[in-house]
Structures are given as C-alpha cells and as structure tokens.
C-alpha cells in the first residue's frame, strides 16, 4: 500500500465553488505538507503542519485553508474555486529535516 | 529566506551523453540537501540527499551530486544518461528557519532523453 495518499484524483469544478482534497499517510511522520505544481514554477508550498495543533502558512496560503484532523490526516481546502488554481497538487510527509515522502497527487480543474 | 536556483530548465541530451544539472541555494545556516526526480505523469521521488560527511553523495540509478560548501551549490550529475532517465529533476533545501526545518523547492529542470 502507498505510504501517502491523496483523494480525489483528479476533479474538475466551478468558479465559486468550495472543494476539499484529502491527504493520509501511514509513514508516522508528524509533520505533512500541501503544495502545488505548476508549469515553470515547480512546488510551492501552500500550507504545512508540524504536529496536529500546529499549522502554518506557505508561501502561496491565499485562498486556501488546511486542517488537521490527525496526525494522518491533513485536508487543504479552496473556499471559493477560482481558474488559476488549476493545478496539480501534492501532499507530501517527513520527519523533521528529512526527505519527504510525496503522494500521487490531484489535478484540479477550476472552469 | 531560503530560496533555491536551478540554472537549467529544459535540458535534452541524447543517450550515453553525461549530465550536469546545477543547483545553487541561499541560506547561511545549516541545511539539509535533496534531490527528487519526477517521472512523466508520477510524484516526486528521492534521489539523493545530503546532511553531512563526505560532500559526494550517490544516489540510486547512478546519480550522484556534490555539496561545494563554499560556492552554495549541490549540482546533480551522472556519467552516462538512459532514455528512461527523461524526467524532471528537482533540487530542495531543508533550512532550520524559526527553529524548524522549512523545505524549499527549486523550479526544476525538464530532462529530455533521446534513444
């Protein structure tokens, strides 16, 4: 079984509208990590979380929000979809200073 | 702020060829080095990494890269490239910021390998 996965896959949705991927991982890592790929741009990190209560803002935050319901689980959240938030987003886990360990990734289509 | 730069965006090389990819950061603390591969339609993987010892490292595939302390610089290479090592090569920095580690990721490098 993979050690991170990512939920859904691929999702198309509307300007406006609210949409949540999910994230779980079994590596028993504390600290989990949202980003996005775009073209030219590599990863850029979104929102990132070091233990349940303790979440913090990337670089790219605006428009998003992120939750932690365990120590598994980190769900990134677009309140209100808009078209340049298309993009392919991964999760991702580590131990603290160590590689990370990436999931398969959701491609999001906002129309 | 730590930032990463990766001077080759799109590089095509022909098989057998060898490979350098360039990767220079800016921080002044201690950092933690990583290489990740992404293949077409996959998630990141990890390459190689660097956290101290011996500034040469090597990686799985053949890959290897060297930390050069001085010139702020882990470049990526390898001998000799196979069609199946067409890819994108990503550099990233772990730099304690606050306390923590905070991984940064360089914009990556579009390999192209022609049988």
């Known amino acids: 079984d993979a050690d991170v996965t990512q939920t859904p896959r691929n999702r198309i949705t509307k300007t406006g509208k609210r949409i949540m991927l999910e994230c779980s991982q079994t590596?028993?890592?504390?600290?989990m990590y949202w980003y996005r790929q775009d073209p030219g741009l590599g990863l850029r990190l979104i929102y990132y979380?070091?233990?349940?209560?303790?979440?913090n803002k990337g670089e790219i935050s605006d428009g998003y929000s992120v939750s932690r319901q365990a120590q598994a689980k980190f769900s990134l959240s677009l309140e209100s979809a808009i078209p340049n938030q298309t993009a392919l987003y991964f999760c991702a886990t580590s131990a603290s200073g160590y590689e990370q360990y990436f999931g398969p990734g959701t491609r999001l289509t906002v129309t | 702020a730590q930032s990463v730069s990766q001077h080759n965006h799109h590089v095509i090389l022909s098989e057998a060829a060898s490979l350098e990819l360039g990767c220079n950061y800016s921080y002044g603390g201690t950092v933690n080095l990583f290489w990740y591969v992404q293949y077409p339609g996959q998630h990141l993987q990890l390459l190689l990494k660097y956290f101290s010892g011996d500034p040469l490292v090597k990686g799985i595939k053949g890959f290897e890269a060297e930390f050069i302390k001085s010139k702020f610089s882990f470049n990526l290479r390898k001998p000799s490239v196979q069609w199946s090592d067409t890819a994108e090569y990503f550099c990233?920095?772990?730099?304690?910021?606050?306390?923590?580690?905070?991984?940064?990721f360089g914009r990556g490098t579009s390999l192209i390998v022609h049988p």
């Open positions: 990233a920095v772990n730099g304690v910021t606050g306390g923590s580690y905070i991984p940064t």
């Open positions: 979380s070091f233990d349940v209560k303790d979440i």
């Open positions: 590596k028993g890592h504390d600290r």
